[in-house]
């Protein structure tokens, strides 16, 4: 059964930082690329964060950029986002996907979300 669990949100104030986890398990997680998304409320969810498998390449949201680091380690099928200089407007749940296309197939995989909220 394929998992996706996310931990580490919770709430800080503007300038802090917080470090999400996401771990996986039910598929081979080196070879998918891992992203993060996230969801304000009365928004669409966004792409925040993405690496490809093997961690050859990163990208970014304008947003994020300078901010965030998305990390992965294959070892311990875990996906990180280090958030650093956090900013109210980063206040959302933030979901984790692993997705991988073996054509025809496309797999899409989702968490359940964790809460960031950033606020004084």
């Known amino acids: 059964q394929v998992q996706l669990v996310e931990s580490g949100g919770g709430l800080v104030q503007p300038g802090g930082s917080l470090r999400l986890s996401c771990a996986a398990s039910?598929?081979?997680?080196?070879?998918?690329?891992m992203s993060w998304y996230r969801q304000a409320p009365g928004k669409e969810r966004e792409l925040v964060a993405a690496?490809?498998?093997?961690?050859?390449?990163?990208n970014y949201a304008d947003s994020v950029k300078g901010r965030f680091t998305i990390s992965r380690d294959d070892a311990e099928n875990t996906v990180y986002l280090q958030m650093n200089s956090l900013k109210p407007e980063d206040t959302a749940v933030y979901y984790c996907?692993?997705?991988?296309?073996?054509?025809?197939?496309?797999?899409?995989?989702w968490g359940q979300g964790t809460q960031v909220t950033v606020s004084s």
């Open positions: 996907n692993a997705g991988r296309t073996a054509w025809p197939h496309r797999y899409n995989y």
């Open positions: 039910g598929f081979t997680f080196s070879s998918f690329s």
């Open positions: 690496i490809t498998s093997a961690g050859g390449s990163t």
